[in-house]
């Protein structure tokens, strides 16, 4: 069972429009992570949401911590070829250093 | 540019090889990763250290051997490996906190023949 579902898993656009990508569990997390890989590099970082209801925006990006703190969003307005990557939510359940993944959204914004 | 440094970039070997991968960072982390990750996938968790200590080994096949030399450092030993084995190997780097945010390197593409 995976422990944090992702949606869609693949995403393709024109520029301009709006995606709204979607991560959700059963589980109560303290606080969930987003990174972004784009191809040949490593997963940076983009945000992490600790409050329940917190919503933080990152330029075009908008994320949001459910209430109950078992689920998140992100939203990217006015999508750009630029933002084309692997979207991974990620968060810590337990109290060790295992991050647990969720499938990934890979996104593509066509021009 | 990254605060994770990973060499090689690009790795190919044949099943009898020995080769090591290397991680570097200078951001004072206490906690160090190794990931496994196939293309258009997650990266999957093999190893853990905290302290230069091996926390966590994800059950992972002998024929990959980590090492902690210090704290900027972290190396994986490659033995035998199988074209199975074949994918990027990413370092991270995080403080000592289950939940804080990790630094990922740019990884080895690893390919076996």
């Known amino acids: 069972t995976q422990l944090l579902e992702q949606s869609p898993q693949f995403l393709s656009i024109q520029e301009g429009e709006n995606l709204t990508v979607y991560c959700n569990s059963s589980?109560?997390?303290?606080?969930l992570q987003w990174y972004r890989q784009e191809p040949g590099e490593g997963p940076v970082l983009l945000v992490t949401?600790?409050?329940?209801?917190e919503v933080k925006k990152l330029k075009r990006l908008t994320f949001q911590f459910g209430d109950a703190r078992k689920d998140s969003s992100l939203h990217i307005t006015a999508a750009q070829p630029g933002d084309t990557g692997l979207y991974l939510c990620?968060?810590?359940?337990?109290?060790?250093?295992?991050?647990?993944f969720g499938k990934g959204t890979l996104l593509t914004v066509n021009p | 540019d990254t605060e994770v440094t990973q060499t090689p970039k690009h790795l190919v070997m044949g099943m009898t090889n020995k080769k090591s991968l290397k991680c570097e960072q200078h951001?004072?982390?206490?906690?160090m990763y190794w990931y496994k990750q196939k293309a258009k996938k997650p990266p999957e968790l093999m190893f853990v250290?905290?302290?230069?200590?091996?926390?966590i080994n994800e059950s992972v096949p002998s024929r990959f051997s980590p090492e902690c030399p210090n704290s900027s450092l972290l190396n994986l030993h490659l033995h035998a490996l199988q074209p199975e084995d074949s994918a990027l190997y990413l370092c991270?780097?995080?403080?000592?906190?289950?939940?804080?945010?990790?630094?990922f390197g740019d990884g080895t593409r690893l390919s076996i023949l």
């Open positions: 991270a780097s995080s403080q000592v906190s289950p939940e804080g945010p990790q630094h």
């Open positions: 589980s109560v997390f303290s606080s």
């Open positions: 949401v600790v409050t329940g209801g």
């Open positions: 990620a968060g810590a359940p337990g109290s060790n250093y295992k991050l647990t």
């Open positions: 951001m004072g982390h206490r906690a």
């Open positions: 250290y905290s302290y230069e200590k091996l926390s």
